[in-house]
C-alpha cells in the first residue's frame, strides 16, 4: 500500500472553471477526509466520508463545492465557477474505523495545491 | 475555523539544541494528536495522546497533555535540519454520534539551522 494519493498535485485554472480532484485513500480505511488549507494556516475541515456515505459538510463547503466517494473507495471534489478565494492545498486523508481510530492518526495525502488566476 | 492556537508561531534553534511548541485548545477532547509539514507537502502523524494520558515518547518527540488547562506541549530532542517543518496540534473530539474529525491548530514554524 503506498499511502493516500491525490490527483493532480497542481492545478492552475482561470477565474469561473470547473475543477475535479481526485483522492485514493488506503485500501482498508473506510474514513475520508477532505480539508483545505490556505498559506499559513492550519487545515480546515471541509467534508467527511464513512465508506459512499458522506456524513457532515462544513460551512465552508458552499453550493459550488461538491464530494462524492462512489462504493465507497476513491473520492473526488469538484469545484464549480472556481473564484480567486478558492486558492488553497486541497488535502484528502483517510483513517481507520472508529473502534481503532484512538490509536491512531490519520493518513494524509500530498495535496493538491489549486491556483485560481 | 480553528480549534486553538499554538505558541510560537515560529521557533529557530539550532541542531542539537531542544525544541518545545505548546498547542491549547478550546473543547473537550478525546485524544491530540502531532502532525508534521514540510513545505508544500501533506501532513505527516507524528503521535497520539489520549485524554487520559499525561505524557507520551516516540523516539526524540515527547508529548505532554493537561486536559485542565486545555494545553498540550511537543518536545523534540537533539533536534536536526532535517526537523525543519511546520508543526500543528489536533484535536478530536467525537460526538454523541460517533463522527470524528480533526480541527488543527495554526502551526508551529520551525527552522533548525545545521
Known amino acids: 500500500d503506498t499511502g493516500v494519493s491525490q490527483d493532480p498535485r497542481h492545478k492552475i485554472t482561470k477565474r469561473g472553471q470547473n475543477v475535479t480532484f481526485r483522492c485514493d485513500p488506503i485500501?482498508?480505511?473506510?474514513?475520508l477526509y477532505w480539508y483545505r488549507q490556505t498559506l499559513g494556516q492550519g487545515p480546515e475541515f471541509l467534508t467527511y466520508?464513512?465508506?459512499?456515505?458522506?456524513?457532515?459538510k462544513s460551512r465552508l463547503l458552499s453550493d459550488r463545492f461538491s464530494a462524492e466517494r462512489p462504493k465507497g473507495s476513491f473520492s473526488t471534489l469538484e469545484i464549480q465557477r472556481t473564484e480567486q478565494g478558492d486558492s488553497a492545498m486541497y488535502l484528502c486523508?483517510?483513517?481507520?474505523?472508529?473502534?481503532?481510530?484512538?490509536?491512531?492518526?490519520?493518513?494524509f495525502g500530498s495535496g493538491t495545491r489549486l491556483t485560481v488566476v | 475555523s480553528q480549534q486553538g492556537e499554538e505558541d510560537p508561531q515560529a521557533l529557530s534553534i539550532q541542531e542539537g539544541e531542544n525544541a518545545t511548541m505548546n498547542c491549547s485548545y478550546k473543547?473537550?477532547?478525546?485524544?491530540l494528536q502531532w502532525y508534521r509539514q514540510n513545505s508544500g507537502r501533506g501532513l505527516v502523524h507524528l503521535i497520539l495522546?489520549?485524554?487520559?494520558?499525561r505524557e507520551k515518547h516516540s523516539g526524540r518527540l515527547r508529548v505532554t497533555l493537561d486536559t485542565s488547562k486545555k494545553s498540550s506541549s511537543l518536545l523534540i530532542t537533539a533536534s536536526r535540519a532535517a526537523d525543519t517543518a511546520s508543526y500543528f496540534c489536533?484535536?478530536?473530539?467525537?460526538?454523541?454520534?460517533?463522527?470524528?474529525?480533526?480541527?488543527f491548530g495554526t502551526g508551529t514554524r520551525l527552522l533548525v539551522s545545521p
Open positions: 466520508f464513512q465508506n459512499e456515505a458522506q456524513l457532515e
Open positions: 495522546i489520549r485524554s487520559n494520558e
Open positions: 485500501s482498508e480505511h473506510n474514513r
Open positions: 489536533a484535536t478530536d473530539a467525537e460526538r454523541n454520534t460517533g463522527f470524528q474529525k480533526l480541527v
Open positions: 473543547t473537550s477532547i478525546n485524544n
Open positions: 486523508a483517510s483513517s481507520r474505523i472508529q473502534r481503532e481510530s484512538h490509536l491512531y492518526g490519520y493518513t
